[in-house]
């Protein structure tokens, strides 16, 4: 299973907190991990301090904090791999694995067990197949062969080990089976308990833990703070504890967040939710139900995989008015749905058990609960969420809601009603509906700003003013026309929420628009309308789009543009203005670069219980404990020969663009030099074996970036440099590109943006309209007045969106803020430049606008660059510059 790109950041993260508190200790590297300002911004307001394990400051203590459907399972297998290599350095590490409740402890063993399942995979991979996976209850089945010579993972719930008296509790009474464990444990050990007539060390798993010191992962970390917990570990003695939430506590030293948003590009979840209200509960499950046939058509046109869209009911309990039999028999009686497409799913009724929803010959249309449905359950073809009960004092409508947030084959579809979920609430008012529904959302590990932002309403207007939204409401318009009640839901289910139908007082049908038809839903709305009503609708809707002619943005009239992309002709070909694909046409050697680490880089000094290695100039110091795993393994040094270690470097230090026989030549050199050249003695470098891994991948990554630099500068701003552009293969801007992002909801109200007004994507900075960027985007639509020469539209770029458009730089891509297109043709590109700046940021700055410059040059006039910024906070500033660019 390939990580997403925020589950490799998380990652990254982790392994750079724990390779730096091998340094500088857990504490130290936390705050200045934490510090950096992309992380602390990323963190924002969980970074509150370092707290460690009282008794254990020594033992790094993070946390990882995703929401909900991040797959956090996924990123606590691979973070086994990470602490090993960068923190435990042992072969083989122990594993204990704590979860929240026992079902998910069972799952969790079940997958770990299973040789198909991802998690599974993912430690067989990483240890050669030699895993053990054992449930708490199994302890008793680990031998010492296993701890030896395999990863062993026990999984079990912390309320197990959670007690204040151990007696009577199995992990931590006396196990004879245990015995082969402690054989050569002396039995003035310190920190083992002892046994209840103290004559010796007590054969128990705690104990078992507390020798070995296990590697601690920790999900629903959140419920894990209590004074009981933090004795747990001191009992257990782990080497690192590393815990997973989605709603992180005050206690959780959250070291990287991930957003919603990053879910949402990674296509993980359909966002945002559509919240539609109804005042009655036979409303909100009519509503349900027009939705999920709204969505079948959808799902039919769409080309990319089969998917039934499904919706889940969430009935009242026992006793109240709409129970899951009342709710049942209502949708067979009054929605005439048929009884083999309702599955119920409740404590008592397990209909879905057995049955594969995935399937295109599986009828289920319609599942009906009350309470959270079973651990694992996660089909991702749930669309709709109509909750009849009060979602605000359900305990269970998050982990409902979570269900229908999962993206069928995380995939985003072509059809955009599919990347979206959907909630029908039980309301007298939609303010009260959408505060329940982004309450729900923060308890799932939301941002409070992220869940207002991914809340959007089904009918077009009634968001505004909500969550202090600023948009002026859409202009209405209702047309009275004689239609039959089939015609009447025919025109009803061209776009909901924005047309709808009711009867008249006369009995006739009103069709009422509640913002400007797009064009392709008006094509609909005739191909959908009988052609006797043609000619009055038609007429109607002219009248009332010449009315509103400011709210038909060029992207909804069906204009698009495409900006050229920088192209390079390399080795005779004309290939992409991208440094990857540089490298790919670059050759390079690392016999071309030196097998060589200065005592300044690396060196070893051997004391009588610890090694000292200086490495970059900071001191790491190991203990004979710390590498019991070699010392334990009863190899005699004689077996320890050179090629032992170059073979084992051959697993660590990888490159997927260099070939093994090269990487073996090199790190032979390297093994040579440290050995006959330095004089370390091998068995020094084989105890530090995982530090010089470290150390030796990061200087392979130091080549590379050399070598890309060179490539880079060789082929975009060399003498020999050919550069042109090509529409062909430009980037197309469009309507409804940007659906999936979150929009800008402040006070101004934009009128030459190329979607509208109403489809702004949000700006990156926090301060909302006192943000530098929107200061600039205001400079930017006021070309659209009265400057010369004019904008005709301009857009917002999306950073790291696959519809936006990029630039090419040394170590990746970077992504202007602002595109646009003048009336006299020309196509303008701004990237802002804030005004605090750090030298390195200022480098990065300077990179970026000199292959602006060049796309610009490339394209011999038909395109602008600009790198703006505001010394004094005035948009004018920017204006100037626009205009001063464009003049030249």
Not at 379 to 388: E, G, K, N, P, R
Not at 833 to 859: C, H, N, V, Y
Request: glycine share 6%; with cysteine; hydrophobic share 40%.
């Amino acid at each position: 299973m390939n990580l997403k790109d925020y589950q490799k950041a998380s990652l990254a993260t982790l392994r750079r907190y724990l390779e730096e508190a091998r340094i500088s200790g857990p504490k130290s590297a936390y705050e200045q991990i934490t510090s950096e300002p992309e992380l602390a911004k990323r963190l924002k307001g969980y970074a509150a301090g370092y707290r460690p394990i009282k008794a254990l400051p020594e033992v790094p203590y993070v946390c990882l904090r995703l929401p909900t459907g991040g797959g956090k399972t996924i990123l606590a297998a691979h973070s086994i791999t990470v602490a090993k290599d960068a923190w435990v350095e042992k072969d083989f590490p122990l594993v204990l694995w704590l979860v929240p409740t026992n079902t998910i402890r069972v799952q969790t063993a079940e997958a770990l067990k299973n040789p198909r399942h991802p998690y599974r995979q993912v430690l067989d991979d990483a240890f050669e197949g030699r895993v053990r996976v054992f449930d708490i209850s199994d302890f008793n089945q680990i031998t010492p062969h296993d701890l030896r010579s395999n990863l062993c993972v026990v999984v079990g719930t912390i309320q197990t080990l959670r007690v204040t008296n151990t007696d009577g509790r199995k992990v931590y009474a006396h196990h004879e089976m245990l015995e082969p464990h402690f054989t050569a444990v002396p039995g003035s050990a310190p920190g083992l308990e002892r046994t209840e007539d103290d004559k010796g060390v007590r054969y128990s798993f705690a104990n078992l833990m507390h020798l070995h010191r296990p590697l601690v992962i920790m999900d629903e970390a959140h419920k894990a703070g209590s004074k009981l917990s933090q004795e747990i570990y001191e009992r257990i003695n782990p080497s690192a504890l590393i815990e997973f939430t989605a709603t992180p506590k005050g206690f959780n030293n959250i070291l990287h967040s991930v957003s919603a948003q990053e879910l949402k590009d990674e296509e993980m979840i359909k966002m945002p939710v559509v919240l539609d209200e109804a005042e009655t509960w036979q409303g909100a499950v009519n509503s349900a139900i027009l939705k999920r046939a709204e969505l079948q058509e959808n799902a039919d046109l769409d080309r990319q995989g089969y998917i039934r869209p499904i919706v889940l009911f969430q009935a009242q309990k026992k006793g109240e008015e709409v129970t899951v039999d009342v709710l049942k028999q209502h949708l067979i009686d009054n929605e005439d749905i048929d009884p083999a497409k309702i599955a119920l799913a409740t404590g008592a009724q397990r209909e879905l058990d057995g049955i594969d929803l995935f399937k295109p010959d599986c009828p289920i249309e319609y599942v009906i609960t009350i309470e959270a449905l079973k651990e694992g359950w996660d089909c991702s073809f749930a669309y709709v969420f109509c909750s009849l009960a009060n979602i605000r004092s359900s305990t269970d409508a998050e982990q409902l809601l979570g269900r229908v947030l999962r993206m069928p084959y995380a995939t985003k579809r072509k059809e955009a009603a599919l990347n979206k979920s959907y909630a029908k609430l039980v309301s007298k008012h939609f303010s009260e509906a959408a505060v329940s529904l982004r309450d729900k959302l923060v308890d799932m590990g939301f941002e409070e700003s992220e869940a207002e932002a991914n809340i959007e309403a089904e009918q077009p207007g009634l968001d505004d003013g909500l969550f202090g939204r600023q948009s002026r409401p859409s202009p209405t318009m209702t047309v009275t026309v004689d239609a039959s009640e089939e015609e009447r839901r025919d025109i009803a289910a061209v776009a909901p929420g924005k047309i709808k139908v009711s009867v008249s007082e006369g009995g006739q049908t009103a069709v009422e628009f509640t913002g400007v038809p797009k064009p392709k839903e008006e094509k609909r709305l005739f191909e959908n309308t009988p052609p006797r009503l043609h000619g009055e609708l038609r007429e109607r809707l002219e009248e009332f789009k010449a009315k509103n002619a400011e709210d038909l943005a060029p992207a909804h009239m069906g204009e698009e543009f495409t900006l050229p992309r920088l192209m390079a002709h390399v080795q005779g070909e004309l290939v992409f203005g991208d440094t990857d694909i540089f490298m790919e046409f670059h050759d390079w050697s690392l016999a071309n670069h030196p097998a060589r680490l200065t005592s300044a880089e690396f060196d070893v000094v051997e004391t009588t219980n610890t090694f000292e290695i200086d490495l970059d100039g900071n001191r790491v110091t190991i203990s004979a404990a710390d590498s019991s795993d070699q010392l334990s393994l009863d190899i005699e040094v004689d077996d320890w020969t050179p090629n032992t270690l170059v073979r084992w470097l051959d697993g660590k230090v990888r490159d997927p663009w260099i070939g093994q026989p090269e990487l073996l030549a090199w790190l032979n050199d390297v093994v040579t030099h440290l050995t006959r050249d330095r004089n370390i003695p091998l068995s020094q470098l084989m105890r530090c074996k995982f530090i010089l891994a470290r150390k030796l991948n990061a200087k392979i990554q130091e080549f590379r970036q050399e070598e890309r630099n060179n490539v880079y500068q060789m082929n975009l701003f060399g003498p020999e440099a050919r550069l042109e552009i090509s529409f062909d293969e430009g980037i197309r801007f469009f309507d409804e590109m940007y659906s999936d992002v979150p929009k800008y909801r402040g006070m101004y109200t934009f009128k030459h943006h190329f979607m509208g007004p109403r489809e702004v994507p949000e700006f990156d900075s926090k301060k909302g309209d006192a943000g530098e960027e929107v200061k600039c985007a205001l400079a930017l639509d006021a070309l659209g007045l009265n400057a010369s020469p004019r904008l005709k539209f301009w857009t917002r770029n999306v950073s790291k969106h696959p519809n936006s458009f990029s630039l090419p730089t040394s170590t990746d891509k970077f992504y202007p803020d602002f595109v646009g297109v003048m009336e006299d043709g020309r196509f303008l590109v701004v990237e802002y430049k804030g005004k605090d700046r750090t030298p390195e940021e200022s480098r990065d700055s300077r990179e970026k606008e000199l292959i602006g410059q060049q796309w610009a040059k490339a394209s011999g006039g038909k395109a602008v660059f600009v790198m703006a910024t505001m010394e004094s906070g005035d948009p004018g500033e920017v204006r100037a510059q626009i205009l001063n660019a464009l003049a030249r």
